[in-house]
């Protein structure tokens, strides 16, 4: 490919629109074009990195006997009511009517279709088990759309899709599943963790995630470096403190001017944070609930949504704490009547609090549950954070942002039932198929490629990913000689099955040095007059400072070998 008929241009400028340095990098290198928020074009050097990890993951996928399959982007809204998801997605799932006034949505993923094919194909514990995959286009109406590939409303993803007759046969394609991301992942020169996960609106029993550690990334990972404990923080235990073992003291109000947070509150009283109830107000499916847990700890609003078990949950604004009758910094749930409450287990741990009276500048003293007040459910609802006890060896963990590279789930028969997916046992007894998915998305991948993998120059493309394995880069292009000499290189190259990007424009050596870093190909070659003399091409690794002179016509024959090289 001739980079003066590439249809992209690189820019000099930052894009001071992008924060993530993959989001920042596609733009500048004219890799990617944003249509609306979370909507992107490929050019060509972005797209055929693109199809190079759609090749990786196919293959892998069909390496643990994966069949693809192609399922429809458009589908009946009917199906996701069937299983409820319809008001699990909630307002991200993207809706439309056909002209005959048929409800039909855009598929943000794909166990109804698949479950509703299971049905109708698997008949005997002879089919299974069985796994299918599809490389397909997803639609997701995202809050917040942001960082370039990492969060669209549109993308591609791989979802594989594994029948079972038991749970025994589930957990072993689960296993196998997991050794096949981590040969993409190494594939595409990418460091990933596997963490537990909670499995959201996807739903099933069981669920980790592949992580990739970016400081742009939107989740975040607590780690243990003692036992290798790793959760995503929406799913992370983590083990809570007990307060010293104490005899109940009696429930005594005092004033306290002025004091509405827990820190003034521990400050006022002379007491550790730990020796406070703190009440936080949520709005749930359309009713305030009040939080209760204990002040030196954080509420996990994902565990509070399963808890509650509810579709939507918030932070409940000004006029409905009010018109709830709460008095925010002295609240509490001694005395209130007609509210749902909700209490983390850290309240077992600990006696004698101080919590809100629930009028303005008053407190009590040695609040204790259950003997002050009631609430109508109690788990673990807290945070993990940086220095949290570890759940399992009680070493301090450690916490880092990180970017979602895959996900999967055991789902086990939540979606076979609901679709009449059932098979015939040994016993010729009818039993519902056990299923589980594994999803990972491709853009999202890129993004965390370059994310891992580039410096203040540019892109550094792993080889198998990089969108052409060489650039040619001749200095000089208004000299015959080094244009004959660049032509004959291409076309040797070209002949030899070598993927050359050959900049042929006549530009200076700083624009083309600038734009071969920028863009990240592996190996740049340079043809210049001081070259032509010794009869030699610069070969250089992008990874690399310096390059090296190689004889011309030895020139295919080192490229094979360089090319082979794992740290190409």
Same mark, same amino acid.
């Given at each position: 490919?001739?980079?003066?008929?590439?249809?992209?241009?690189?820019?000099?400028?930052?894009?001071?629109?992008?924060?993530?340095?993959?989001?920042?990098?596609?733009?500048?290198?004219?890799?990617?074009?944003?249509?609306?928020?979370?909507?992107?074009?490929?050019?060509?050097?972005?797209?055929?990195?693109?199809?190079?990890?759609?090749?990786?993951?196919?293959?892998?996928?069909?390496?643990?006997?994966?069949?693809?399959?192609?399922?429809?982007?458009?589908?009946?809204?009917?199906?996701?009511?069937?299983?409820?998801?319809?008001?699990?997605?909630?307002?991200?799932?993207?809706?439309?009517?056909?002209?005959?006034?048929?409800?039909?949505?855009?598929?943000?993923?794909?166990?109804?279709?698949?479950?509703?094919?299971?049905?109708?194909?698997?008949?005997?514990?002879?089919?299974?088990?069985?796994?299918?995959?599809?490389?397909?286009?997803?639609?997701?109406?995202?809050?917040?759309?942001?960082?370039?590939?990492?969060?669209?409303?549109?993308?591609?993803?791989?979802?594989?899709?594994?029948?079972?007759?038991?749970?025994?046969?589930?957990?072993?394609?689960?296993?196998?599943?997991?050794?096949?991301?981590?040969?993409?992942?190494?594939?595409?020169?990418?460091?990933?963790?596997?963490?537990?996960?909670?499995?959201?609106?996807?739903?099933?029993?069981?669920?980790?995630?592949?992580?990739?550690?970016?400081?742009?990334?939107?989740? %975040? &990972? =607590? +780690?243990?470096?003692?036992? !290798?404990?790793?959760?995503?923080? *929406?799913?992370? #235990?983590?083990?809570?403190?007990?307060?010293?073992?104490?005899?109940?003291?009696?429930?005594?109000?005092?004033?306290?001017?002025?004091?509405?947070?827990?820190?003034?509150?521990?400050?006022?009283?002379?007491?550790?944070?730990?020796?406070?109830?703190?009440?936080?107000?949520?709005?749930?499916?359309? %009713? &305030? =609930? +009040?939080?209760?847990?204990? !002040?030196?700890?954080?509420?996990? *609003?994902?565990? #509070?949504?399963?808890?509650?078990?509810?579709?939507?949950?918030?932070?409940?604004?000004?006029?409905?704490?009010?018109?709830?009758?709460?008095?925010?910094?002295?609240?509490?749930?001694?005395?209130?009547?007609?509210?749902?409450?909700?209490?983390?287990?850290?309240?077992?741990?600990?006696?004698?609090?101080?919590?809100?009276?629930?009028?303005?500048?008053?407190?009590?003293?040695?609040?204790?549950?259950?003997?002050?007040?009631?609430?109508?459910?109690?788990?673990?609802?807290?945070?993990?954070?940086?220095?949290?006890?570890?759940?399992?060896?009680?070493?301090?963990?450690?916490?880092?942002?990180?970017?979602?590279?895959?996900?999967?789930?055991?789902?086990?028969?939540?979606?076979?039932?609901?679709?009449?997916?059932?098979?015939?046992?040994?016993?010729?007894?009818?039993?519902?198929?056990?299923?589980?998915?594994?999803?990972?998305?491709?853009?999202?991948?890129?993004?965390?490629?370059?994310?891992?993998?580039?410096?203040?120059?540019?892109?550094?493309?792993?080889?198998?990913?990089?969108?052409?394995?060489?650039?040619?880069?001749?200095?000089?292009?208004?000299?015959?000689?080094?244009?004959?000499?660049?032509?004959?290189?291409?076309?040797?190259?070209?002949?030899?099955?070598?993927?050359?990007?050959?900049?042929?424009?006549?530009?200076?050596?700083?624009?083309?040095?600038?734009?071969?870093?920028?863009?990240?190909?592996?190996?740049?070659?340079?043809?210049?007059?001081?070259?032509?003399?010794?009869?030699?091409?610069?070969?250089?690794?992008?990874?690399?400072?310096?390059?090296?002179?190689?004889?011309?016509?030895?020139?295919?024959?080192?490229?094979?070998?360089?090319?082979?090289?794992?740290?190409?």
């Amino acid at each position: 490919m001739r980079v003066s008929k590439l249809f992209q241009r690189t820019q000099r400028e930052e894009p001071g629109e992008a924060a993530l340095a993959s989001h920042k990098l596609l733009l500048k290198a004219g890799m990617i074009h944003q249509i609306a928020a979370g909507i992107y074009s490929y050019l060509p050097l972005g797209f055929r990195a693109l199809k190079k990890i759609e090749k990786v993951v196919r293959e892998e996928m069909e390496g643990i006997g994966g069949q693809e399959i192609l399922m429809p982007a458009l589908q009946p809204l009917e199906l996701w009511r069937e299983t409820g998801r319809d008001l699990a997605f909630g307002k991200t799932l993207f809706v439309l009517r056909d002209r005959r006034d048929r409800e039909l949505c855009l598929g943000p993923t794909h166990e109804e279709i698949i479950a509703r094919l299971s049905s109708s194909l698997i008949r005997s514990y002879r089919d299974l088990p069985l796994l299918v995959f599809q490389i397909q286009t997803k639609f997701r109406d995202e809050p917040r759309a942001r960082g370039g590939l990492v969060r669209l409303r549109e993308f591609l993803m791989k979802d594989l899709y594994s029948m079972h007759a038991d749970e025994e046969s589930l957990s072993e394609t689960y296993e196998e599943v997991i050794r096949a991301y981590e040969r993409i992942y190494r594939r595409c020169g990418l460091e990933a963790l596997l963490v537990e996960a909670d499995s959201g609106a996807i739903g099933g029993k069981e669920s980790h995630e592949f992580m990739v550690r970016s400081e742009g990334g939107e989740d %975040e &990972v =607590v +780690l243990c470096p003692s036992c !290798g404990y790793a959760a995503n923080v *929406e799913k992370a #235990l983590f083990r809570k403190p007990s307060l010293p073992e104490e005899p109940l003291l009696p429930l005594e109000e005092v004033e306290t001017p002025g004091v509405k947070t827990i820190e003034d509150l521990a400050r006022f009283l002379g007491i550790s944070e730990d020796r406070t109830l703190k009440a936080v107000f949520y709005w749930a499916d359309g %009713e &305030v =609930v +009040l939080v209760a847990i204990r !002040g030196d700890l954080e509420v996990n *609003e994902v565990k #509070l949504k399963n808890l509650l078990g509810c579709r939507e949950l918030r932070l409940a604004d000004e006029e409905e704490v009010a018109k709830a009758g709460l008095v925010p910094g002295s609240a509490s749930p001694i005395g209130i009547k007609g509210l749902k409450k909700v209490a983390d287990d850290s309240i077992l741990l600990a006696k004698n609090l101080a919590a809100g009276a629930n009028k303005p500048g008053w407190h009590f003293r040695n609040a204790n549950y259950p003997r002050d007040y009631e609430v109508d459910l109690v788990g673990d609802i807290a945070r993990a954070d940086r220095g949290s006890p570890c759940a399992r060896c009680g070493a301090p963990l450690e916490l880092w942002r990180a970017i979602e590279v895959g996900h999967l789930f055991k789902l086990g028969t939540i979606f076979s039932e609901k679709f009449g997916a059932y098979y015939l046992d040994r016993e010729g007894r009818k039993r519902p198929v056990v299923m589980g998915c594994y999803g990972l998305g491709l853009d999202r991948l890129l993004a965390a490629i370059i994310e891992q993998n580039h410096d203040e120059k540019g892109i550094i493309w792993p080889l198998e990913i990089a969108p052409f394995q060489i650039y040619l880069c001749p200095l000089g292009m208004d000299d015959p000689e080094i244009r004959r000499k660049a032509e004959e290189l291409y076309m040797l190259l070209g002949r030899a099955g070598f993927e050359v990007l050959y900049d042929d424009r006549e530009e200076s050596p700083g624009v083309k040095f600038n734009d071969a870093d920028l863009l990240g190909i592996p190996v740049r070659l340079v043809i210049s007059k001081r070259t032509l003399k010794t009869g030699s091409v610069e070969v250089k690794r992008r990874d690399q400072e310096q390059g090296e002179l190689v004889p011309q016509d030895e020139i295919a024959e080192f490229l094979s070998r360089l090319l082979a090289s794992p740290a190409t």
